[in-house]
């Protein structure tokens, strides 16, 4: 095992290609000990197969793994010192929950005592609080039941690495946030790395402290929660990690006036050092002020109401402003002073700039078809 | 339509009734129902040629079936780690297997078999060491193995719709935990697949020990039960034939029923 000053898991330019299709692209990541990783993006970027290459179910093509500063190469899973939490459990439907939750311990050499392996196999389901289920049948269990089990079954073998395959996907959305909940409190009680491989940019944001973003089998993106979403580093960062409107528009020689498609200039605050040209700026839906009555000649767009989602605690407008396209707003039912717009109403629509992010237009590498990039 | 259906049924099912019918009858004439009686079951349980044949069979059933049910799970899980093109080739060749008349498995069988002993007797006989040099010939050896290949191809079929219906995450999961390859196989995935090798088992031994065709051509001067009936046959059908075919009947009925359960039960469990 490592030390402690020693990352937990590190990627050495590791790329991972199926025949003809490139998965990972020459990736290089280092995770420290402890963290809690998330590798987020849409199906077929490659987060996967990192966890796999990780628990060792796939071989790199080129480049090295490594597990607490040893390299990985050619090592199979069963001599790895980590575990996984799979997608769909992958429980073993004929062994009980006892069995299932001993059954790495019962494989370690030298053997561990039997009453040892069940001392900490009661241990682990106290952990997941299923102490008094170790005799169920495991198709007794519900979907979030058999989810605990196994975590325990990962847990009690105390890996220096948990991996987490989309383990929250198959449950539904109040299990979601309670698991959501136990996992993080669990990762910061036990201190063992987590990596979580997901689709869902707010089960990564809300549960990891470090989120790589992926694309293409490249990493796009690697920081803390708050930095991604609020420092997107290109536009399909900004697009899938929450959502965003974007205004196509030319920035000036100055770096700071921007020319509308409707002919108008906008001052985005400070000098942005992307270069002049084709540009895109992306502005959050909550960062959008929206005003009910539209005089035209006021601050801001003017736009129309056409759609309304009422969150609870929030409102989601869709506006159709002239000349820029439809824009997302979200408005917090706290400033709101309880009244709703309705749909066909006319607004006025406004943002601090210095909000706005700016990205040059070759970064138009986004997800498919949508301006309001979100995915769950 | 529905008539004809019916009548489908009556013609495959009224020669089966009526053996069995025939069966418990007290006279000893098959054409006309006398009395209830079981005595044909005495009498042909208390035959030593039928006996001798049965066990033949029961020896050549057992062992066959246990040979398909080894080879048959080996393959069914090597297919699984073969690529797609070679899968669909064996899988192709699997189902050829089974479609394949009996006949035809019969007379190559025995073509076979003569080409190999007229090969390797000459060479066993010139490097015996003894005068007593031991002569391959039809027998058990050879019913044994014709119906092992076939039930092969047939218990190869069911362990690998098993198999693919096992899904390769519990595979992972065991290696995760620290199991190797041999530990997952035993601990996780034989297990699994138990039910389905022991189905294959069962409906090859219902085939070895009903098949008549193929054993016909390789048998050689053994005689087994299909074959020992259809020889008591040439002499006239007595109660005792329908006795024994009645019982034979049985037999199959619950062994197939059994399988069929063993196979229904795991697609529930997974």
Not at chain 1, 107 to 124: D, F, L, N, S, T
Not at chain 1, 251 to 279: F, Q, Y
Request: glycine share 10%; with cysteine.
């Amino acid at each position: 095992m490592g030390s402690a000053a020693r990352d937990d898991i590190e990627f050495r330019s590791v790329t991972k290609a199926y025949g003809a299709v490139t998965a990972v692209r020459n990736i290089s990541l280092n995770v420290p000990k402890g963290a809690f990783l998330a590798l987020l993006g849409p199906s077929g970027c490659g987060k996967t197969t990192c966890l796999r290459m990780i628990g060792g179910f796939e071989q790199p093509t080129s480049g090295e793994v490594l597990i607490a500063g040893s390299g990985m190469n050619g090592v199979p899973p069963y001599r790895r010192p980590v575990n996984m939490v799979f997608q769909h459990y992958a429980l073993f439907p004929h062994f009980n929950v006892e069995q299932n939750v001993a059954y790495g311990l019962r494989q370690m050499r030298p053997r561990i005592p039997a009453q040892e392996i069940k001392r900490r196999v009661g241990e682990a389901l106290e952990m997941v609080r299923l102490g008094g289920f170790a005799n169920r049948r495991i198709h007794e269990m519900s979907g979030g039941q058999q989810q605990r089990v196994a975590l325990a079954r990962a847990l009690v073998n105390r890996p220096s690495v948990l991996l987490l395959d989309e383990p929250l996907a198959a449950l539904d959305k109040k299990l979601r946030s309670a698991m959501q909940i136990e996992l993080q409190t669990l990762q910061r009680e036990l201190g063992i790395t987590f990596v979580l491989v997901t689709h869902d940019q707010e089960e990564a944001l809300s549960m990891a402290d470090l989120v790589c973003v992926m694309s293409g089998g490249a990493i796009k993106q690697l920081g803390a929660p708050q930095d991604v979403y609020d420092r997107p580093a290109d536009l399909f960062v900004a697009d899938f990690v929450g959502k965003t409107n974007h205004i196509q528009a030319t920035l000036e020689a100055d770096g700071r006036t921007l020319r509308l498609p409707d002919g108008s200039a906008l001052d985005v605050g400070a000098e942005r050092n992307i270069g002049a040209g084709e540009t895109t700026l992306a502005i959050r839906p909550e960062a959008i002020r929206l005003t009910p009555g539209g005089e035209p000649r006021g601050e801001g767009f003017a736009g129309t109401v056409t759609h309304r989602i009422f969150l609870g605690s929030s409102v989601e407008y869709s506006v159709s402003v002239p000349a820029l396209g439809d824009f997302l707003v979200t408005a917090d039912r706290s400033t709101d002073e309880g009244q709703l717009v309705e749909p066909g109403q006319s607004v006025r629509l406004g943002f601090d700039p210095a909000a706005a992010h700016l990205f040059p237009a070759s970064h138009a590498a986004q997800p498919e078809g949508n301006t309001h990039g979100q995915q769950t | 339509m529905r008539a004809l259906v019916f009548a489908v049924y009556l013609f495959l099912y009224t020669p089966i009734a009526l053996v069995v019918l025939f069966s418990f009858n007290s006279g000893r004439n098959a054409s006309e129902l006398v009395g209830f009686s079981t005595q044909w079951y005495g009498r042909a349980l208390s035959n030593p040629f039928l006996m001798e044949a049965l066990q033949t069979s029961l020896i050549i059933a057992f062992t066959s079936a246990g040979l398909a049910a080894v080879f048959g799970t080996m393959a069914a899980i090597g297919l699984e780690r073969v690529g797609p093109r070679v899968r669909a080739i064996f899988d192709g060749l699997f189902a050829a297997a089974i479609v394949v008349p009996g006949v035809v498995i019969g007379i190559a069988t025995l073509v076979a078999l003569a080409e190999l002993f007229s090969f390797v007797n000459p060479m066993l006989a010139s490097v015996w060491p003894g005068t007593n040099v031991p002569k391959l010939s039809l027998g058990y050896g050879s019913i044994i193995a014709a119906h092992g290949l076939f039930s092969m191809a047939l218990v190869t079929m069911i362990v690998k719709a098993r198999i693919a219906s096992l899904g390769r995450d519990i595979v992972e999961a065991s290696g995760d935990l620290y199991a190797s390859p041999l530990t997952t196989f035993r601990e996780i995935v034989l297990p699994q697949i138990r039910p389905s090798i022991v189905a294959g088992f069962l409906l090859a031994f219902t085939f070895s020990f009903d098949d008549f065709i193929i054993a016909f051509f390789v048998a050689g001067s053994k005689t087994t039960l299909p074959i020992y009936v259809f020889a008591s046959i040439r002499r006239g059908v007595t109660p005792e034939i329908n006795a024994v075919a009645t019982m034979v009947l049985v037999a199959s009925l619950v062994l197939i029923v059994i399988a069929r359960i063993l196979m229904r039960e795991k697609k529930i469990a997974s």
